[in-house]
Structure formats: C-alpha cells, structure tokens
C-alpha cells in the first residue's frame, strides 16, 4: 500500500476504534473524542488532557450540533492540525 493511502487508512481504524467504544461505530461521542485526542493527538492538541479544551474543540467541529462527531466532522480536526503543523497558512 502507499504511503499516503496507508495514512487514511490509519485515520478511518483509529476513527472506528474510538467511536465503536459506546454507541454508534459511525461517530464519536463526547467521551470517544475525548480520549481520542488524549490517546492519540496529545502532542498536536494543545492542553489535550483538559476536558474543557476538548470539549469546546469538539464543539467548534460538531457543524449539525447533534453532540457527537461524524467522520467528515472529525476530518475538519487532522486537516487543521495537518494544515498547521505542515507550517500552512490558514
């Protein structure tokens, strides 16, 4: 497999192994996120181990408001953080 096709290949399991822990396996809940972001992305998420900082992050990606995070929803998060770590402009 290729590097970048192995790469979302990666980003759909850990998506699915976080959001099949309570619920739907289609999206995260608060909680999934919530330790998605601390398990996997504590080095790119500033203040990760804070609840309130993900929760308001979670809150700024949740664009239909239903309190949980479907994959597209989650994609607007490795975007922005590939965005700014590849040192892109916003």
């Known amino acids: ?6 790469a979302i290949g990666v980003l759909v399991s850990q998506f699915k192994k976080y959001a099949g822990s309570d619920g739907s396996s289609d999206t995260l ?4 996120f919530r330790r998605l972001v601390t398990s996997e992305l504590p080095n790119f998420v ?3 181990a804070d609840p ?11 664009k239909n408001n239903d ?3 479907n994959f597209l929803e989650f ?3 490795i975007g ?3 965005s700014s770590h590849g040192g892109f402009s916003h």
């Open 67 to 69: 309190g949980e995070l």
């Open 52 to 62: 309130t900082v993900t929760d308001q992050l979670m809150s700024s990606l949740d």
């Open 75 to 77: 994609w607007q998060l």
């Open 80 to 82: 922005h953080l590939a």
């Open 29 to 32: 809940s608060r909680d999934e």
């Open 1 to 6: 497999m290729l590097v970048m096709e192995s």
């Open 46 to 48: 500033k203040n990760a």
